[in-house]
């Protein structure tokens, strides 16, 4: 299973190191055959010698350039950065990342074979207006994007439960997840809310390959127990 941590605007390189330190000692110490993946702020970014995979919350399609405030690609190949995060709701919903600025960084960073985490998932609203409606919404977050790419993996991530506590229920993660692996075979995460009391339970329903990991992921040893929980899950 994949296991993602998303550090968002939190820890400094300093606590960052420290972090993946302590990740990457828990998986050798453990045999854990699961990938980790950690997407560190972009500040933090580190030369990191560790079997966990270090990716970049955001980076511009570009090589380098006059694009204030942005990191470019030259900024990912000095810490050998191979695996990007695209698309989350943080993104578009606070930075106003348009689909079509989606879509071209998804080709960008897709046609150097990067590992690309591309996330989807509703507002409220939304998912309260129902179920054909909400399956379109997100449908839409697909438009243009290559669901048949290699080093793709998707995590659905309802805007609602980011960062709220709220979870869809159980039922509904499973009833979504089995839809949206129509559209692509990818891997697909779920994520919102999960914490070190419901990720077992969402690391077990049917369609879920991993989680992505936001606020409860900052505590080291809580985000342990996930790649923990994930790896009885695979013995089993
Ligand atoms: P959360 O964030 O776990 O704090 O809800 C998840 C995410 O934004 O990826």
């Known amino acids: 299973m994949i296991i993602a941590a998303n550090l968002k605007t939190n820890f400094t390189r300093k606590e960052t190191n420290a972090y993946i330190a302590e990740l990457d000692n828990f998986v050798k110490s453990n045999s854990v055959s699961q990938e980790v993946l950690v997407f560190p702020a972009p500040s933090s970014l580190d030369d990191n010698a560790t079997d966990i995979v270090v990716g970049t919350q955001n980076a511009y399609p570009t090589k380098e350039g006059a694009f204030t405030g942005e990191l470019g690609l030259v900024h990912l190949e000095e810490f050998s950065i ?10 578009r919903h606070i930075f106003g990342e348009t689909q079509e600025l989606l879509v071209k960084k998804f080709n960008f960073y897709k046609d150097l074979g990067f590992k690309i985490v591309y996330c989807v998932g509703e507002p409220l609203a939304k998912r309260e207006a129902g179920k054909e409606e909400m399956m379109e919404y997100i449908s839409a977050q697909y438009e243009g994007i290559d669901t048949e790419y290699e080093n793709l993996i998707i995590a659905y991530e309802p805007v609602w439960a980011i960062g709220t506590g709220l979870t ?69």
Do not use: W
Not at 217 to 230: D, G
């Open 82 to 91: 191979k695996t990007i995060l695209i698309g989350h709701s943080e993104r």
């Open 168 to 236: 869809p229920t159980l039922e509904d993660i499973e009833d979504v997840h089995t839809a949206l692996k129509e559209k692509s075979k990818a891997p697909l995460l779920y994520g919102g809310s999960v914490k070190v009391t419901n990720a077992k339970e969402v690391l077990s329903l049917n369609n879920v390959d991993g989680i992505l990991v936001g606020s409860a992921a900052l505590y080291a040893e809580h985000f342990c127990s996930m790649i923990q929980f994930a790896q009885e899950i695979e013995n089993n």
